[in-house]
């Protein structure tokens, strides 16, 4: 604070001193994060000096207390302007997010095709066990046991398998997600968010898995009780 | 012959499997009569059709010709569902190797024929307990089948076997998996069954077990060689 400094917009251009009147921490802006660069404000009469140009406004956002104004203020506006265009601030911030939306919508994407995966993963697995217990599964018939005690005691045991695997899975999400942020946030120096666990993400993770892991074990067990028992036993 | 009602009934029983373009028979017409609270053993020679008289016997297969009848009832026309609930309720397997669930504790497997009948857990859990004492491994209740030996498996089986209290307890060749010693065990498990009113038909190569039994059926190409009456 109080330091004098010379500043130009460009290294042969014209030069201006200026005393530092405040020092402003940058707000988390996931568009800045990793740029590596100082910002500096200046007066709108000093900056229009330093690089050479007059006012260059081609759009502003425009934001009202009551939101239902700020259409009729926009219309005013944009009425009266000339060279330039008034938008909403919501419009301008959804259009800059457009590139993080694209990116959240990829990590969906990977995150869906990963659980997808596992699934098949779970119901080759499922097959296997169920098949290594071919003979089992036709003492058990012989015994009186039910196709439909089979079936569920199956299903029951995939979805046993899909829930702890969710659990596991949370939990290994939560944890990693801790260490990317902790990570990233001491090399940005930012308390911006890398990396969300959101109830929702949660919730949608866990969800299918366990339909489609009941599904994994009941086409496992469904396989298997179709057989006749005898046949189970290579009789 | 005993004036007993009949555990099981088999008449002109034939059973035909296709093997490529020649039919097997493996049995060709067999009658058999098990009267309740008897202990016949079936003998004979590997492929002679004694495991496909026993899978006809407890209403696991369906015969080509000829009529099977258990406690009176009519099997051979039953559906799946049918015939597995029939056996659920009616009749005990005995394998040779066992068959237990190895997650479950000696005590839930034989809890588990039970829990498919609708017993209550209060009875099952009372019933199993009385089972386990009864084949001498009430101590063992609570081991998982890998804990437990060959033998001491064979009587969880057993136990599990007589789970619902069967009117025929049907075992295919029990002592197969056996050293000589627990084999004897098994067979006398059984004489104390039988003497105890179970209905007992028992499916084997083992010369004791057979000499065991009261009765003993020999099986020959699909045909009983001889049905006789040892004690």
């Given at each position: 604070m109080g330091d004098r400094l010379v500043i130009r ?115 080759c697995i499922m097959l296997l066990k169920v098949d ?104 | ?231």
């Amino acid at each position: 604070m109080g330091d004098r400094l010379v500043i130009r917009a460009t290294p042969t251009g014209p030069a201006d001193t200026v005393i530092v009147g405040a020092v402003v921490r940058a707000s988390a802006d996931p568009s800045e994060v990793a740029r590596d660069e100082y910002r500096v404000l200046v007066h709108l009469d000093q900056l229009q000096s330093l690089i050479g140009y007059g006012d260059r406004v081609d759009r502003f956002a425009v934001a009202t207390r009551d939101r239902a104004a700020t259409g009729r203020a926009m219309a005013a506006i944009n009425d009266a302007a000339f060279g330039f265009q008034a938008h909403r601030s919501r419009d301008i911030a959804v259009e800059t997010s457009q590139t993080f939306l694209v990116v959240s919508r990829f990590h969906h994407a990977i995150g869906v095709i990963t659980i997808v995966a596992s699934a098949v993963f779970l119901l080759c697995i499922m097959l296997l066990k169920v098949d290594e217990r071919r003979r089992d599964v036709a003492a058990l018939r012989l015994m009186g046991i039910s196709a439909a005690t089979v079936l569920r005691s199956v299903v029951l045991e995939a979805a046993m398998v899909a829930v702890a695997g969710s659990a596991l899975g949370v939990g290994l999400g939560a944890a990693i997600s801790a260490a990317v942020n902790a990570h990233y946030r001491g090399v940005y120096r930012t308390p911006l968010a890398f990396s969300i666990v959101t109830p929702e993400v949660v919730g949608f993770s866990v969800a299918l898995s366990l339909v489609l892991g009941v599904a994994a074990g009941f086409l496992a067990a469904r396989r298997l009780t179709r057989v006749p028992p005898l046949a189970l036993f290579g009789r | 012959m005993s004036d007993a009602p009949l555990a099981v009934s088999a008449r002109d029983l034939r059973r035909d499997y296709a093997m490529g373009d020649a039919p097997v028979h493996a049995l060709q017409g067999v009658s058999l009569d098990v009267a309740a609270g008897d202990y016949a053993a079936i003998v004979g020679p590997s492929g002679c059709g004694k495991s496909t008289l026993l899978n006809l016997l407890g209403a696991i297969d369906r015969p080509t010709a000829g009529s099977v009848r258990i406690q009176g009832k009519p099997v051979e026309s039953l559906s799946d569902r049918e015939a597995t609930r029939f056996r659920l309720l009616h009749i005990g397997f005995v394998f040779q190797r066992f068959y237990l669930m190895p997650a479950l504790s000696a005590a839930e497997n034989v809890e588990l024929p039970m829990a498919e009948a609708g017993l209550s857990r209060a009875q099952r859990r009372a019933r199993a307990r009385e089972l386990l004492r009864y084949v001498g491994l009430e101590a063992r209740a609570d081991h998982r089948p890998t804990q437990l030996s060959g033998g001491e498996q064979q009587r969880v089986a057993i136990a599990r076997a007589l789970a619902n209290r069967p009117a025929l307890l049907l075992c295919d060749e029990p002592t197969g998996e056996l050293d000589a010693h627990t084999g004897a065990e098994i067979i006398a498990l059984f004489e104390r069954l039988n003497a105890g009113g179970t209905t007992i038909v028992v499916v084997t190569h083992d010369e004791e077990l057979a000499a065991a039994a009261r009765r003993v059926v020999h099986v020959k190409d699909g045909r009983i060689l001889s049905d006789t009456r040892v004690r």
